[in-house]
């Protein structure tokens, strides 16, 4: 990848990887259950993560986050904020938003916010 990357680029890589994260939790559903993964993609691709049945598969939370991400980021987008840490606004670089297009946070607020949400213990 050059060292100058577009915002046309970066709209692209992000549109890739909601589309990517989508499919991937669709799959991971539809391995679970077949007629909800049906009845879910006849709603609106952003409203899946939020559907209530899924509530009932604690083994998809990895992908509903994922999938909760990628909405996070689409909406960003749209606002005109993507590529704006959500806890202190700081920028994110072009070459941190391709590596990860959904990333929310930069590195220190990425730091506390799996500290005080997964229990990290410095040792």
Do not use: N
């Amino acid at each position: 990848m050059s060292s100058i990357i577009t915002e046309s680029q970066l709209e692209a890589r992000l549109q890739a990887e909601v589309e990517q994260r989508r499919q991937a939790f669709l799959q991971a559903l539809l391995a679970l259950d077949a007629p909800l993964a049906a009845e879910l993609h006849r709603l609106p691709a952003d409203e899946w993560a939020d559907y209530p049945p899924l509530a009932g598969y604690p083994q998809l939370q990895p992908q509903l986050t994922s999938l909760k991400q990628a909405d996070a980021a689409l909406c960003q987008w749209q606002l005109g904020l993507y590529g704006l840490c959500s806890d202190c606004e700081a920028e994110l670089t072009p070459e941190q938003l391709w590596h990860d297009p959904c990333r929310q946070r930069c590195d220190a607020c990425e730091e506390r916010y799996r500290k005080a949400h997964h229990g990290a213990w410095e040792l």
